[in-house]
């Protein structure tokens, strides 16, 4: 059974909200802030509460489709682009995929002695006199890192003009919050009192703590594909469609995977019935099977996608050439 994706042709958008609930009991953790704590705000429906952010969803979807064992994509999706960065020695580091910035991570920008960097400012066409070559641009992320032309990216390094906004955002709130308070104690069993030398700042004694978990009356992922963004990147009909199959599969694998967001915030979906997009009357997300054999598929229709791997070695930029001279020696 093919995805059917001919009657997205017509929306901007294609949005969700799927209802969660805890794996058990009521209670969850939510996202924290520096400073803030909890995001908990008054909305029309009564007190809310930001329980993941968008930000940090980006990053689990991007999550989906990382195979953790080999420190590379699924072998499903062979052939999409990515970056993957070593050391000198040849020892995994990190990857375009894993890093918070994609193709902008500074273990990127200056690997091989920033001669990547300097790669991608010509792909990309890129003259700080000049206006931007936008489709250089995003033919350079397709060709280096299409998980940029889903999840946003920001070549500042580069360019501050180069950026490319998030074509998949999702985030996680909760309505009817109440604060659920509770509390614990760190047992020493050697030292439970106080002694001189020995207090808690050191890891010493007895050290009681409290602690606030919320229950929700809802708790719901919302979820906004910008589907004319990513036909308005006219890279042609087949990238697109490869496009609007990634974020669907990565949808999907998120909703039939892991959504344990912390240690006290384990969450699963909270209806049987199939996720149905809110602006498309009956258009339901497909199953995995479905969508991953219609991916395949694509990935292999686009041509140009690399899997790169560059060398960080500590930072260190590229030497600077010498002037060439009739007296200048090279340097060994």
């Avoid at 001919?6 to 929306?11: A, G, P, R, V």
């Avoid at 901007?12 to 009521?26: A, N, S």
């Avoid at 180069?162 to 109440?178: M, Q």
């Avoid at 996608?305 to 090279?330: H, L």
């Amino acid at each position: 059974m093919s995805v059917n994706l001919e009657s997205l042709n017509q929306k901007t958008r294609l949005l969700f909200d799927i209802p969660l609930k805890p794996v058990q009991g009521e209670r969850f953790q939510p996202t924290g802030f520096p400073n803030l704590g909890a995001a908990t705000y008054t909305s029309a429906v009564g007190q809310s509460l930001l329980v993941e952010s968008a930000q940090s969803m980006a990053n689990r979807l991007e999550l989906t489709i990382w195979d953790e064992g080999k420190n590379a994509l699924i072998d499903d999706l062979k052939g999409l682009s990515y970056v993957t960065v070593v050391d000198t020695k040849g020892k995994f580091l990190t990857s375009s995929t894993l890093e918070a910035h994609r193709l902008n991570s500074v273990y990127i920008e200056v690997s091989d002695g920033e001669t990547f960097k300097d790669k991608l400012a010509e792909s990309c066409n890129y003259d700080e006199k000049s206006p931007i070559d936008r489709k250089a641009f995003l033919e350079t992320m397709l060709k280096y890192d299409i998980n940029s032309l889903l999840h946003g990216t920001f070549l500042e390094s580069i360019g501050g003009r180069l950026r490319v906004a998030r074509a998949i955002s999702s985030f996680i709130e909760a309505e009817g919050v109440r604060v659920a308070p509770s509390g614990g104690v760190k047992n020493d069993h050697v030292t439970p009192s106080k002694e001189e030398g020995k207090d808690a700042a050191a890891g010493y004694g007895n050290v009681p703590f409290s602690r606030d978990e919320y229950v929700a009356d809802r708790i719901t992922l919302y979820v906004n594909i910008d589907l004319a963004q990513i036909r308005g990147y006219g890279l042609g009909d087949a990238v697109t469609k490869l496009l609007t199959l990634l974020a669907l599969f990565k949808l999907r694998c998120l909703l039939d995977g892991d959504l344990r967001l912390r240690t006290a915030c384990d969450l699963v979906v909270a209806s049987s019935e199939p996720a149905e997009a809110t602006n498309i009357p009956g258009w339901t997300l497909p199953a995995k099977a479905e969508l991953l054999q219609e991916l395949k598929s694509a990935i292999a229709s686009v041509r140009g996608m690399e899997a790169s791997t560059v060398t960080y070695s500590g930072g260190k930029k590229k030497a600077a050439k010498p002037e060439a001279d009739d007296n200048s020696t090279k340097a060994v």
